[in-house]
T-cell receptor, first 121, second 116 residues
Framework: GAVVSQHPSWVICKSGTSVKIECRSLDFQATTMFWYRQFPKQSLMLMATSNEGSKATYEQGVEKDKFLINHASLTLSTLTVTSAHPEDSSFYIC?????????????????FGNGTRLTVT | AQKITQTQPGMFVQEKEAVTLDCTYDTSDQSYGLFWYKQPSSGEMIFLIYQGSYDEQNATEGRYSLNFQKARKSANLVISASQLGDSAMYFCAMREGVASYDKVIFGPGTSLSVIP
């Protein structure tokens, strides 16, 4: 159980275009999804926290107009990198957690998607 | 300020030997959770073990055990009987709070190499 699917697994786009990354919880209700970014040989840096039906909370230094997060349902959150530039090239990975009778219990670990490797040329 | 410290950027261990990966953390919360994740070169994040701040016993999961010393704010991971497949990045992480919506932050990681 607790499977998180993330698509695409890799994407190459031209500078100035936008890219959408999807994160789906397949067998549980994800009331909260977290988006992380990881540069090569570095740790995961939290970008934002999204709760179903409400606006995302962004970490300090993360541009909310550049990284648009939508969490419209209990099973889907999307991250859109707008007007991508080469410095946005990175590994983006989502994780999900939930509450309630159909979701994971408290204190449960984050369940991660397999990540998206974005390259902006 | 760095809330999670992993002082070993890289570690080597002989196959079948045990290895300890260090992690110290900083929080003023009374309720928190500590995690260890493994990230192989493929990039996926694999959950290994969890320790709650109120858990009195050290957590164990198969070959993984967590040496939790609350007063020292340390949560070291011990891997017993290392295998070649254990070669990967290892991240210590902390959730401040115990709810599933509380965010989880990660330490800088330790690269473990298992030598045959």
């Amino acid at each position: 159980g607790a499977v998180v699917s993330q698509h695409p697994s890799w994407v190459i786009c031209k500078s100035g275009t936008s890219v959408k990354i999807e994160c789906r919880s397949l067998d549980f209700q994800a009331t909260t999804m977290f988006w992380y970014r990881q540069f090569p040989k570095q740790s995961l840096m939290l970008m934002a926290t999204s709760n179903e039906g409400s606006k995302a909370t962004y970490e300090q230094g993360v541009e909310k107009d550049k990284f648009l997060i939508n969490h419209a349902s209990l099973t889907l959150s999307t991250l859109t990198v707008t007007s991508a530039h080469p410095e946005d090239s990175s590994f983006y990975i989502c994780s999900a957690s939930g509450q309630g009778p159909n979701s994971l219990p408290d204190n449960s670990p984050l369940h991660f998607g397999n990540g998206t490797r974005l390259t902006v040329t | 300020a760095q809330k999670i410290t992993q002082t070993q950027p890289g570690m080597f261990v002989q196959e079948k030997e045990a290895v300890t990966l260090d992690c110290t953390y900083d929080t003023s919360d009374q309720s928190y959770g500590l995690f260890w994740y493994k990230q192989p070169s493929s990039g996926e994040m694999i959950f290994l073990i969890y320790q709650g701040s109120y858990d009195e016993q050290n957590a164990t999961e198969g070959r993984y055990s967590l040496n939790f010393q609350k007063a020292r704010k340390s949560a070291n991971l011990v891997i017993s009987a290392s295998q070649l497949g254990d070669s990967a990045m290892y991240f210590c992480a902390m959730r401040e709070g115990v709810a599933s919506y509380d965010k989880v932050i990660f330490g800088p990681g330790t690269s473990l190499s298992v030598i045959p």
